[in-house]
């Protein structure tokens, strides 16, 4: 168990519609990561929080965006999704802002979109 | 961000032997990881390697930084040990852990 929490596991959806992934990153640890992992693309980062406050910018589409709340948490929200949206998305945290230790994946949440 | 590229893609494997995956950096990195994605999909942190090496059972790295790569051993394979192992670097003033394509290793019994 890394510590790093996300929700849902598995999401079935159709085009056309928005979803929202949870992470809940490992305690202590003030910075979060989203990567996006599809069959033909590996692990793609899409972004970087810390503190509350973007970090670092990947690949991520307009109609993805994501945030961190106070209390660290963090939302992926996916909007207008389409076929080539299903992928397995991590989540992972540090402590640091910039990356110099060890980053722990949570297990992902698997977004199929119909 | 760097490039990170894997060798060999795949690898299929007796049980019983051994075989040693390869990951080369297009530049220096001063953080590198190795993982397992097991066949249920999760990533499974193997070893946190910058330089230097380290062991694990029947798994070992070995990183030298000043060459640009990092190889992992894994000796006495188990079916267990099937799935993709990713190598990722973080270099210079990146934020964030660039991965592999990875290598699919299939182990047979």
């Known amino acids: 168990d890394s510590g790093v929490t996300q929700t849902p596991k598995h999401l079935i959806t159709a085009t056309g519609q928005r979803v929202t992934l949870r992470c809940s990153p490992r305690?202590?640890?003030?910075?979060v990561y989203w990567y996006q992992q599809s069959l033909d693309q590996g692990l793609q980062f899409l972004i970087q929080?810390?503190?509350?406050?973007?970090?670092a910018k990947g690949n991520i589409l307009e109609r993805f965006s994501a945030q961190q709340f106070p209390d660290l948490h963090s939302e992926l929200n996916l909007s207008s999704l389409e076929l080539g949206d299903s992928a397995l998305y991590f989540c992972a945290s540090s402590v640091e802002d910039h990356l110099t230790g060890e980053l722990f994946f949570g297990e992902g949440s698997r977004l199929t979109v119909l | 961000g760097i490039q990170v590229e894997q060798s060999p893609p795949d690898l299929i494997l007796q049980e019983g032997a051994n075989s040693t995956l390869r990951c080369n950096f297009s530049d220096s990195v001063n953080n590198l990881q190795w993982f397992h994605q097991n066949p249920w999909g999760q990533l499974i942190n193997l070893f946190y390697?910058?330089?230097g090496t380290k062991q694990n059972g029947r798994l070992s790295a070995t990183t030298v930084a000043t060459e640009r790569y990092s190889l992992l051993y894994i000796s006495s394979s188990q079916t267990t040990d099937s799935g993709v192992y990713f190598c990722?670097?973080?270099?210079?003033?990146?934020?964030?852990?660039?991965f592999g394509a990875g290598t699919t290793v299939t182990v047979r019994a």
């Open positions: 305690s202590g640890d003030l910075s």
């Open positions: 929080y810390y503190n509350g406050e973007e970090r």
């Open positions: 990722a670097g973080v270099g210079g003033n990146d934020y964030k852990l660039s």
């Open positions: 390697i910058p330089s």
